[in-house]
């Protein structure tokens, strides 16, 4: 498997455009997980889903926010309008059950968006 | 309260000797901990996991994690470093309010410079 797969790497952006990220996770995993990591605030679960229903959006920070799952394979992360304090790296991770081992959670390689 | 401690900001060590990279928990119920580690410019990347039985679990790049249940840590251990190990390193706990659920609960991290 090619792992969590997240597009694209870097996002260069003027405020107030919109800004979409978007993540393949790993096929079969049932998890799927945003967060943002910055140097201020360290690494924040933004939302996860499970088997595609958003669970717990609460770390979403504010209606400029929103993410979708609308399959297995797919989801997206937007934030319309875009402000520079958005600037972060984006992750997104999934995870699953692996056999005999429980549960193993992974992430993706991040999305770098800076905006101007 | 479900938490998470890494009471050290900056662990420096010399190549060749042991590292301990350290972490605290506080849960209800059975833990179940995870260590990850971040490159520079890369996303986290799984290191080892411990669920039950053997307290003591090995993961990748030799190093392995000591479950105390009585001390309610989960110390990240190597017994020679390397000055590639130098990264930030997270310990994580599984949350277990409202269910078993998926979602972990991430440490500040713990950066590890390892001198040559």
């Known amino acids: 498997d090619a792992g969590v797969i997240q597009s694209p790497r870097h996002e260069v952006t003027e405020m107030g455009q919109e800004v979409t990220l978007r993540c393949k996770p790993i096929s079969g995993h049932d998890y799927l997980f945003w967060y943002r990591q910055t140097m201020m605030r360290g690494l924040e679960l933004l939302i996860y889903?499970?088997?595609?229903?958003?669970?717990?959006d609460s770390g979403m920070p504010e209606d400029r926010f929103s993410a979708k799952m609308p399959n297995a394979s797919f989801s997206t992360l937007k934030i319309q309008p875009s402000e520079p304090r958005d600037s972060a790296v984006y992750f997104c991770?999934?995870?699953?059950?692996?056999?005999?081992?429980?549960?193993?959670?992974?992430f993706g390689p991040g999305t770098r968006l800076t905006v101007t | 309260a479900q938490s998470v401690a890494q009471p050290e900001d900056q662990v420096n060590v010399a190549e060749g000797n042991p590292l301990t990279v350290k972490c605290t928990y506080s849960?209800?119920?059975?833990?179940?901990l995870f260590w990850y580690v971040q490159y520079p410019n890369r996303g986290l990347q799984f290191l080892l996991k411990?669920?039950?039985?053997?307290?003591l679990v090995k993961g990748s790049y030799g190093f392995e994690a000591e479950f105390n249940k009585s001390q309610t840590s989960f110390h990240l251990k190597k017994p020679s470093a390397l000055v590639s190990d130098s990264a930030l390193y997270f310990c994580?706990?599984?949350?277990?309010?409202?269910?078993?659920?998926?979602?972990?609960?991430f440490g500040t991290g713990t950066l590890l410079a390892v001198q040559p």
């Open positions: 994580a706990v599984r949350d277990r309010r409202g269910g078993a659920t998926n979602k972990l609960i």
């Open positions: 411990y669920i039950t039985g053997d307290n």
């Open positions: 991770a999934s995870g699953g059950w692996v056999g005999g081992g429980g549960y193993e959670q992974y």
């Open positions: 849960v209800s119920g059975n833990p179940y």
């Open positions: 889903f499970n088997n595609n229903v958003p669970i717990d």
